[in-house]
């Protein structure tokens, strides 16, 4: 018997699909579930609403959370672009579970969300499903260190067929905009990892001059000559992977002597100006900090998520949510079950749920982000031992 759980089934018939997810999920419990969360992918919303519905009264959790995406993830591996529905289950002894839902108000010339649960001490954790159209998710999660110090975020952002079919789940309500998820407290035993899947090259560099998000020196030289110079000290094949998507990498310690893969908080290269010799790159960054480029592609995703769990300082895994990127199953890696396989190895037989979503939430050197192409995983430990 165990406290978490996991289901995955396939199928057009996407109510009966969630009870089976979700009977599965139960089914090796060894008590009533406290929270079940449950992913579907395919279908349209009045479909997914019933299934949903159906989903809730099968689960019988103290909460039921979940939203649609691209793709889930359930039973040891990933399903994309087709209609399926994954659930997982857990028991959580002495836990308090807080759940919510996010909106925003117009206040002036700015946006006010509310909804969020009031923090207490001894919160652990919170889960976040945000439907990236209607929420200000990247300026929230950005921003959540000042309303909520000390509390990490992990989830990510749902997704649909078409732009007005995301849904949002929670305890039997479905939602077409803002924001849900649960904050855990109490006698739970959880971590995070977060895999960006990315590794640098190059050398690192002080940023010298810069403005919002636009670099125009880097080391006291215009930053797009900079770039040039190290993609053209490169080997052929690395080049390629340069020109095919480049990234930079903001170093997340100042402090430290030198900085390598899992160092960095990466983010898109976005555009450049051959006329003023600057990059623009996707967050902002202040001058004195140090940079680094980085490169994306299957093998440095799969040595850097390996690598995260092989000195994941909790064992046993008895069961983790998972929240990839899009673009990290079949577009990324052969098939959908990467992620899930990888996680599978490394926690054994734990239960493993989660989505392939349009953004993944996770913390990284202590403050939450939003990320692209990233794993962010919630793991949890037995029950009674110290977070």
């Known amino acids: 018997m165990a406290r978490f759980g996991d289901g ?14 979700v009977e599965q999920a139960r089914a090796s419990l060894d008590a009533p579930p406290d929270l079940v969360c449950v992913f579907v992918s395919g279908g349209d919303p009045e479909e997914v609403e019933r299934a949903v519905l159906r989903a809730t009264e099968v689960a ?6 979940g939203c649609t995406a691209a793709g889930v993830i359930g039973g040891g591996r990933g399903v994309e672009e087709t209609s399926a529905v994954s659930a997982w289950a857990a028991v959580l002894p002495g836990a308090r579970l807080e759940p919510f839902r996010l909106e925003t108000l117009k206040a002036e010339d700015r946006l006010i969300v509310v909804g969020m649960p009031e923090g207490q001490d001894d919160d652990v954790v919170g889960v976040l499903l945000a439907d990236p159209y209607s929420f200000p998710v990247d300026a929230f999660v950005e921003r959540s260190g000042e309303a909520m110090p000390g509390l990490p975020l992990v989830g990510g952002m749902a997704d649909g067929r078409e732009r007005g079919d ?22 739970v035993t959880a971590t995070t990892v977060v895999s960006q899947g990315a590794r640098p090259i190059g050398p690192d560099m002080v940023v010298t001059r810069a403005d919002e998000n636009v670099l125009y020196e880097l080391a006291g030289t215009p930053a797009l000559e900079k770039l040039e110079q190290v993609v053209l000290d490169l080997p052929e094949e690395e080049q390629e992977l340069a020109g095919r998507g480049l990234l930079i990498g903001v170093a997340m310690d100042e402090y430290a002597d030198v900085h390598e893969r899992g160092d960095f908080l ?10 003023t010799g600057a990059i623009a790159i996707g967050d902002v960054v202040d001058v004195g900090r140090t940079v680094r480029f980085q490169v994306r592609d299957a093998g440095a995703a799969e040595h850097d998520l390996s690598a995260l769990l092989e000195r994941f300082d909790l064992r046993p895994v008895e069961g983790a949510l ?3 990127c899009n673009g990290r199953g079949r577009a990324m890696f052969p098939d959908s079950d990467h992620d899930a396989k990888v996680l599978g190895r490394a926690f054994g037989p ?12 996770g ?6 982000h939003v990320h692209g192409f990233t794993a962010s995983i919630l793991a949890f430990g037995p029950a009674g031992d110290a977070p």
Do not use: M
């Not at 019988?60 to 959370?65: F, H, I, K, T």
């Not at 913390?363 to 939450?368: D, K, L």
């Open 166 to 187: 995301v849904r949002l789940f929670l305890n039997g309500d479905v939602h077409a905009e803002g924001a849900v998820g649960v904050v855990l407290g109490g006698a």
């Open 8 to 21: 995955l089934a396939v199928g057009p018939d996407l109510t009966s699909a969630a009870a089976a997810a």
């Open 266 to 275: 990466v983010r898109g290269v976005v555009g450049a100006d051959t006329d």
């Open 350 to 361: 734990a239960g493993i749920g989660g989505f392939f979503g349009a953004g993944e939430i």
């Open 322 to 324: 998972l929240f990839s």
């Open 60 to 65: 019988r959790a103290r909460v039921v959370l």
């Open 363 to 368: 913390p990284v050197a202590g403050r939450n």
